[in-house]
């Protein structure tokens, strides 16, 4: 990540930005929820990257240096809370279902009363008590050898190498490769490697590629593989994800 400075970024604001845009690495003193409404955001910190299509949002604890990421055209709200009613200490993806999308976009309307803005928050601060986290972190790793694996993979997410090859190439067993997944990811190899895939499936159906397209180019076997995994991640098809980013 680049050198972090201290950027002051209006607390409730909606910025629109083009695809492949961003804002460079920052820090503020609330907390906040970046949503994007339309399109597909990534935050990056030194400890990963975290990614959320158009039903999920991020969470950025206060003081957290992170940048932002568009992927295809974003429509990105930036909500800043002083309280923190997830109690979290780290970023972490959440769901994000009608009601709490509702009041998000609210929340960042400049034209919105004071007494009445102050009760959404107050809603909105309910509704997040009751939010599930999502699975969508990509963990940096401290190990080289596990570095330098994830770096290969992240650079060819299509490929069918197993972790003993990919463990001969950087001088690392498949045993030691799988105990420090398992030490610093808290994930196995295989969920490890779908989280990647699917970060790159969810980046490349923004682009606008075909669902097939991306079903091969991120390592699935057949679309359908794709389809069904995808929709037992975010509970919808990927034809059904590109019809919600719009």
């Known amino acids: 990540?680049?050198?972090?400075?201290?950027?002051?970024?209006?607390?409730?604001?909606?910025?629109?930005?083009?695809?492949?845009?961003?804002i460079d690495a920052h820090r503020h003193d609330d907390h906040q929820i970046a949503y994007a409404a339309r399109g597909v955001l990534a935050v990056a910190t030194d400890q990963g990257h975290w990614i959320a299509p158009a039903d999920r949002a991020i969470w950025v604890p206060a003081g957290t240096v992170h940048q932002h990421r568009a992927y295809g055209r974003t429509d990105l709200y930036l909500v800043g809370l002083t309280e923190n009613p997830l109690s979290l200490s780290s970023p972490a993806?959440?769901?994000?279902?009608?009601?709490?999308?509702?009041?998000?976009?609210?929340?960042?309307?400049?034209?919105?009363?004071?007494?009445?803005?102050?009760?959404?928050?107050?809603?909105?601060?309910?509704?997040?008590?009751?939010?599930a986290q999502q699975p969508l972190k990509l963990p940096k790793a401290t190990d080289p050898r596990l570095a330098a694996v994830c770096d290969a993979l992240a650079a060819d997410p299509a490929s069918p190498q197993t972790l003993a090859t990919l463990g001969a190439s950087v001088g690392a067993g498949e045993r030691t490769l799988s105990r420090l997944f398992r030490a610093e990811f808290a994930m196995t190899f295989p969920q490890w490697r779908t989280q990647l895939r699917l970060h790159h499936?969810?980046?490349?159906?923004?682009?606008?590629?075909?669902?097939?397209?991306?079903?091969?180019?991120?390592?699935?076997?057949?679309?359908?593989?794709?389809?069904?995994?995808?929709?037992?991640?975010?509970?919808?098809?990927?034809?059904?994800?590109?019809?919600?980013?719009r």
């Open 1 to 22: 990540m680049s050198k972090s400075r201290h950027q002051p970024i209006a607390p409730t604001v909606l910025r629109r930005l083009d695809a492949g845009a961003g």
């Open 93 to 131: 993806v959440l769901a994000v279902g009608p009601l709490l999308r509702e009041l998000i976009i609210a929340c960042t309307d400049a034209e919105l009363p004071s007494a009445e803005h102050t009760r959404l928050r107050a809603v909105l601060l309910d509704q997040l008590r009751h939010t």
């Open 201 to 245: 499936a969810l980046i490349l159906l923004a682009e606008g590629h075909p669902v097939t397209s991306v079903a091969l180019r991120c390592g699935w076997s057949t679309p359908s593989a794709f389809i069904d995994t995808f929709r037992r991640t975010f509970g919808h098809t990927p034809g059904q994800h590109l019809d919600r980013s």
